[in-house]
């Protein structure tokens, strides 16, 4: 190892977040891979006040990094699993794809929102009706993520199928959203599908598609707050 990766690596050890951040990011900007293990640790004891700069560090240091990404995924530190999705979103692993699907469903709301994030970004459209679920979500900044997958230019040719895959087993909360969002796409045939999924959902569909206005352009879902 580079002596001087070394010493940098041994300052990710010290107490004082500030000094720790500064290491993250030299570490980061070198690209080293032997470092990717040691900032997800300093992570893991000073959390949030250094979450930005080891995310960054670990997106600039790659491919090489996968390893300890994916280890933090299992993690029971919650900082570290975060930014570990993050970082593996962005960088397209699609080996973390099991493990993200699992944390989609996880009982925090912070890692639910980072694994439908990172799901969206490694674009893998069987992952596409967990996300359609995910509009039912109780966190809103869960719901407001999946709202954003939802209508990306990923999801765009095949979010019908998902809606509907997501009628066929869903809970009464993520059926309607399904069939909202088959609503506010003008290339789907919402008619046929609301005569079969209508009495499971629990709701007069019929009447509240004849009140819901005429969509033009694309996927358009309303905000929930």
Known sequence: M???VQKWIEKLNRDDPEEVNKAVQVLGNKKAA???????????????EIDFACLDALIKIGKP????LLDALNSKNIAAICC????LGILKEEGALPRLVELASHRRGRVRMEAISALENIGDVKALPLIVKALADPDSWVREVAEDAVSSSFAKEKVISAAIAVLEGGSARECKRAVELLECNPESSI????????EAIGKDLKMRRKAAKPKRD?????RRR
């Open 34 to 48: 032997e470092a990717a293990a040691p900032i997800i640790n300093a992570l893991k004891r000073h959390g949030e």
């Open 65 to 68: 990094g996968v390893p300890a």
């Open 2 to 4: 580079n002596k001087n």
């Open 84 to 87: 570990a999705a993050g970082a």
């Open 218 to 222: 694309g996927i358009v879902l309303k």
């Open 191 to 198: 008619g046929p599908l609301i005569e079969k999924y209508g």
